[in-house]
């Protein structure tokens, strides 16, 4: 996996934040195809086997876009952790010990790090020059 410093991981957001828009917007719209297909589903008409074969043949498209997605920020080193809240990770460093650099769609650079099982909830400030 590629390892990023901050100036690094800062400097491909212009281009990381346009894709992480795109997965957000995509989620919400598969999310809601989700919530249409189960009212359809509870309703549980014959008439309505189309439509719910129509919204589900929709919802897997907009899947395969949001992997798409995830895929290129793949290709560039990045880390997709939460396509709801546009949430990715970075691997870097602080001296030998493997850490993730964490950016959320909304924020204006990278401000945050974690070690690799802490996940958001263990989020913490940078300190200048302690990622390399």
Known sequence: MKQFTVEQAN???PLVKRIVE????QHRIWREKILEIDLVASAGRAVDAAQTER?????QS???EIDAFRRELETLGIQLK??????IDFASTMGDRPI???WRLGESEVQFWHDPD???AGRQPLVPESVG
């Open 118 to 120: 802490a996940g958001f």
């Open 82 to 87: 939460d396509p709801r809240l546009g949430l």
């Open 22 to 25: 795109d997965i957000v917007h």
């Open 100 to 102: 993730l650099l964490c």
């Open 62 to 64: 907009v899947a395969r």
């Open 55 to 59: 919204l589900e043949r929709e919802a």
């Open 11 to 13: 400097a491909t957001l």
